[in-house]
């Protein structure tokens, strides 16, 4: 059994710089896990090998800040939306939108631990430790953008949990 490289940039990263992907997805779980597969096929398509660190991070974002917007961005009869962009210098852009403006998450550095017996309050915690940065946007004319980055030209961030 081999492990896949912790670090892994984008086999041709040149060639895909500037390139993005955009999707409209239905505000259900099932629109949530949708929106993570179609990530990691995504980036399999740019070069990142699904499994690998780089890889497994920009998914998790993903998964998180797609389960927050249906979860508390959810507009009956409204979809979100994601989108991927490869920046230069190996950055990759995760944008995920909703329609529930008024509904913002605490600021970056600014989130409090959940007690131990809570059910939710960890996932923007998740989003905070793998990507390299994160914000979060007014969406016109209505809704909010979450968008973090994470750095393709490295892998998890030492003392976070890899894989599954």
């Known amino acids: 059994m081999t492990t896949p490289a912790a670090t892994a940039a984008p086999r041709s990263g040149a060639d895909h710089e500037g390139d993005s992907f955009t999707q409209r997805f239905s505000s ?19 070069g990142l090998q699904p499994g690998g660190g780089t890889s497994d991070r920009a998914a998790s974002v993903v998964a998180e800040l797609a389960a927050n917007a249906v979860t ?13 962009t490869l920046l230069s210098g190996g950055i990759l852009r995760i944008e995920v939108s909703d329609t529930r ?3 913002l998450p605490p600021a970056p550095g600014c989130l409090g631990a959940p007690r131990p017996d ?3 309050g960890r996932g923007l915690l998740l989003v905070e430790a793998l990507a390299d940065r994160w914000s979060v946007h007014d969406r016109l004319p209505v809704g909010k953008t979450v968008r973090a980055e994470v750095d393709l030209r490295r892998g998890l961030p030492p003392g976070a949990a ?3």
Not at 28 to 34: D, F, N, S, Y
Not at 72 to 84: A, I, K, N, Q
């Open 28 to 46: 259900t779980p099932r629109g949530a896990r949708l929106a993570r597969r179609l990530t990691v096929l995504q980036l399999d398509r740019w």
């Open 162 to 164: 890899g894989g599954r």
């Open 72 to 84: 508390h961005g959810r507009v009956p009869g409204r979809d979100f939306e994601l989108t991927l």
């Open 101 to 103: 403006g008024e509904r």
């Open 118 to 120: 809570e059910d939710s």
